[in-house]
T-cell receptor, first 107, second 113 residues
Framework: AQRVTQPEKLLSVFKGAPVELKCNYS??????LFWYVQYSRQRLQLLLR??SRESIKGFTADLNKGETSFQVKKKFAQEEDSAMYYC?????????FGTGTSLTVIP | DTAVSQTPKYLVTQMGNDKSIKCEQN?????MYWYKQDSKKFLKIMFS???????INETVPNRFSPKSPDKAHLNLHINSLELGDSAVYFC????????????FGPGTRLTVT
C-alpha cells in the first residue's frame, strides 16, 4: 500500500499567486515528513522537514496529524519555484516518497 | 566539489546486456541508497546500505545487485537488462539510517532498447 500520496500530479499557478502542495500519508506512529524538490536539470534536494518551523525559499510546511496530511505553502509563487516536489515519509530507516507534483508557475 | 556523483550520466544499451552504474560520495556518510524514478516520475527506493551492509532490499528483481566495495561507494549492477528497466536511477547518501537528509546524485538515465 502506498504510504505517501500526492493528490495533484500537475499544478499550475500564476506568478504572485499563493501555492499549496498537498500530501497525505499513512503511518500509525509519529511521522517524520519532508518535502524534497527537484528543479529542472538539478539534483533532488531537501526543501523542508516537518519539525522545522523555518521558512525556506518562502515555503512553510504544515503538518495535520488528525488528517494525516502534510502541506507546503507559499504566499506568492515565483517562476523559479517551478519544479517537481516530492513528499517523503521516514519510518525507522526507510524512506517512502510520494509520486510527486509538478508545479508550474506561469509568468 | 561534488558530494554525490554517479557515472555514467546516460546509458543506452540493448536488451539482455549487463551494465553497471557507479556511485561515490565524499561526504563521509555511512548510508547510501539507490532509487529508481520511472517515466511517471515516481521515485522508489531499491536498496539501502549502511557501512557496507545491506539494510533495505525492496521488491526488486534479483537481476539488480548492489555492490559496496567501501563506505564511499555503492554500485548498481544490472544483469539481463529488460525494456522495463529504462528509468532514471538516483544514488543518495545520508549520515546514518536515522538521519533524514539525503543527498542525491545527479541521476543516471538508463535507456534499454
Amino acid at each position: 500500500a502506498q504510504r505517501v500520496t500526492q493528490p495533484e500530479k500537475l499544478l499550475s499557478v500564476f506568478k504572485g499567486a499563493p501555492v499549496e502542495l498537498k500530501c497525505n500519508y499513512s503511518y500509525s506512529g509519529s511521522p517524520e515528513l519532508f518535502w524534497y524538490v527537484q528543479y529542472s536539470r538539478q539534483r533532488l534536494q531537501l526543501l523542508l522537514r516537518h519539525i522545522s518551523r523555518e521558512s525556506i525559499k518562502g515555503f512553510t510546511a504544515d503538518l495535520n496529524k488528525g488528517e494525516t496530511s502534510f502541506q507546503v505553502k507559499k504566499k506568492f509563487a515565483q517562476e523559479e519555484d517551478s519544479a517537481m516536489y516530492y513528499c517523503a515519509l521516514m519510518t525507522g530507516n526507510q524512506f517512502y516518497f510520494g509520486t510527486g507534483t509538478s508545479l508550474t508557475v506561469i509568468p | 566539489d561534488t558530494a554525490v556523483s554517479q557515472t555514467p550520466k546516460y546509458l543506452v544499451t540493448q536488451m539482455g546486456n549487463d551494465k553497471s552504474i557507479k556511485c561515490e560520495q565524499n561526504l563521509g556518510h555511512d548510508t547510501m541508497y539507490w532509487y529508481k524514478q520511472d517515466s511517471k516520475k515516481f521515485l522508489k527506493i531499491m536498496f539501502s546500505y549502511n557501512n557496507k551492509e545491506l539494510i533495505i532490499n525492496e521488491t526488486v528483481p534479483n537481476r539488480f545487485s548492489p555492490k559496496s566495495p567501501d563506505k564511499a561507494h555503492l554500485n548498481l549492477h544490472i544483469n539481463s537488462l529488460e525494456l522495463g528497466d529504462s528509468a532514471v536511477y538516483f544514488c543518495a547518501s545520508s549520515q546514518g539510517t536515522d538521519s533524514y537528509e539525503q543527498y542525491f546524485g545527479p541521476g543516471t538515465r538508463l535507456t534499454v532498447t
